[in-house]
């Protein structure tokens, strides 16, 4: 049994943190920015509350955090508030946010002065993997850190992986987001084709999700994109922040991104739509 801490208790971070307790058996001190969701935690998982990162951070063996993007990171984690001023050497930050594989870089050698351990460790399954906790959690790091963060991490997680050093974790998140974006759009342009040729959709994607074109978007939204439905998840901002980190690496390193930019420009479309918290399958409204 750890003495962790967890910041950020969004749709992500509030189960995660629910199952370090229930499922891991480890003490779990919680601090989220708006108060009454760290009561709500409290209230249920029987935890401590903390009033500030640092307050929570102070005496834990890991700290982990899932918040929302590269600022709001170095919120939690820098600074005379925040996590690393109240985590003593050799403690280990566990980072859960998608976020670029610089800020990773940046907070690793943060750490490594103050001697506290860095692992950048980005989720995939959702929500519901979250909830469920079976999460694949994708890291970046030293090996040592790693091997000690990893039991912990398994309360929440299916599939957990060392990449390389710090920042792998975020790269192999935007190879994620790169294989998702191409698809999700081929789907949305499959069913607005069936229903344009008139076909029953339901009968040809079932048939077709037992072959090649088969994929998990497929088997788990087709039916809501067909029906306009798009509350079922990763929202729409979520994804453009993702894709721009994609990008952003990606003109650093060279590799050709055509597709995701295209869908990235997609993305920007159905938010003007008012689509900004639509689910990521939503790419199907824009061919309406
Ligand atoms: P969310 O529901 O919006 O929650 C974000 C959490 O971060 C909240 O607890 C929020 O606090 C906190 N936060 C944001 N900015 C902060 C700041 N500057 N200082 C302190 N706390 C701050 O988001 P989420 O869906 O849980 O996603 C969290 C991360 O996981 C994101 O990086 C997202 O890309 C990634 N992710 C999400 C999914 C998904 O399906 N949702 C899947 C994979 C990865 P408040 O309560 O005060 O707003």
Known sequence: MARTAFLGLGVMGYPMAGHLKTKGGHEVTVYNRTAAKAAAWVAQFKGVEASTPREAATGQD??????????????????????????????????????SADVARELKSAADALGIGFVDAPVSGGQAGAENGVLTVMCGGDPAI??????????YARACRLMGPAGSGQLAKMVNQICIAGLVQGLAEGVHF???????VNAVIETISKGAAQSWQMENRYKTMDAGQFDFGFAVDWMRKDLSICLAEARRNGAQLPVTALVDQFYAEVQ?????????????ARLK
């Not at 790693?146 to 309360?155: D, F, L």
């Open 146 to 155: 790693y091997a000690r963060a990893e039991p912990v991490i398994a309360a």
């Open 62 to 99: 890991f700290v982990f955090a899932c918040v929302g993007n590269d600022d709001d990171l170095r919120q939690v984690t820098l600074g005379p508030n925040g996590a690393f001023a109240g985590m003593s050497k050799g403690s280990v930050f566990v980072d859960h946010t998608t976020a």
């Open 194 to 200: 069936a229903k344009s040729a008139g076909l029953d």
């Open 272 to 284: 003007k739509m008012g689509g900004a918290r639509w689910d990521t399958s939503s790419l199907i």
